[in-house]
């Protein structure tokens, strides 16, 4: 057995990061947005852990727009969080993605909701996001993979704060 690469793959496996992100796309193709998007996340940030179900729900926010797909993905990446930040906007803007209005309709949208335990803000990034708990689209998907996680400002687990959240607007799996 080789003892050295050995011990590299359980130093490097050790010092991963895991980081919770949330896809959601309503123009185009969303469904293959979502698929695209995870491809690009593999090549480019990560290792997909775990991903939930796409689920399909109104939006929020903004409500006159189509219908969005969300997924969630656990990802195990060495970088940090403003690397995964500047390459999951490359991302976005590769599928198409364009700024124009907050919480507008979008080819593709990108969030980090969790990284590690990490409580993190700067003017471009604020880890936890800061509106998960407010959210049910996010909650849902999220509950799917990462049920029992911690919210590290919160102090509470996803699954209560999906059970506390008053956001009224309907989560289902989506059938394509």
């Known amino acids: 057995m080789n003892y050295t690469k050995f011990y590299q793959y359980a130093l490097h496996f050790c010092f991963m990061n895991k980081v919770i992100l949330l896809l959601g796309a309503n123009l185009g193709e ?4 979502l698929s695209s998007a995870c491809v690009e996340i593999s090549r480019r940030v990560g290792v997909i852990a775990n991903k939930s179900n796409i689920y399909e729900s109104e939006a929020w926010g903004v409500t006159d727009q189509p219908r969005f797909l969300n997924q969630a993905l656990c990802i195990e990446t060495e970088l940090t969080p403003l690397e995964v930040l500047n390459e999951i906007q490359a991302i976005e803007i ?3 993605r364009l700024r124009l209005t907050k919480w507008g309709a979008r ?3 990108i969030d ?14 604020i880890i ?8 049910r689209f996010v909650l849902v998907p999220l509950n799917e993979i990462a049920s029992e996680y911690i919210h ?8 209560d ?6 956001d009224p607007l309907k989560v289902n799996i989506h059938l394509p």
């Open 152 to 159: 590290p400002v919160l102090k509470t687990s996803n699954h």
């Open 30 to 33: 969303p469904l293959l947005q």
């Open 107 to 109: 080819t593709i949208d």
């Open 128 to 135: 936890p996001h800061p509106l998960l708990q407010e959210r």
């Open 161 to 166: 704060l999906l059970l506390s959240c008053i």
């Open 94 to 96: 590769l599928l198409g």
């Open 112 to 125: 980090i909701l969790y990284f590690n335990d990490l409580v993190y803000e700067d003017q471009r990034l």
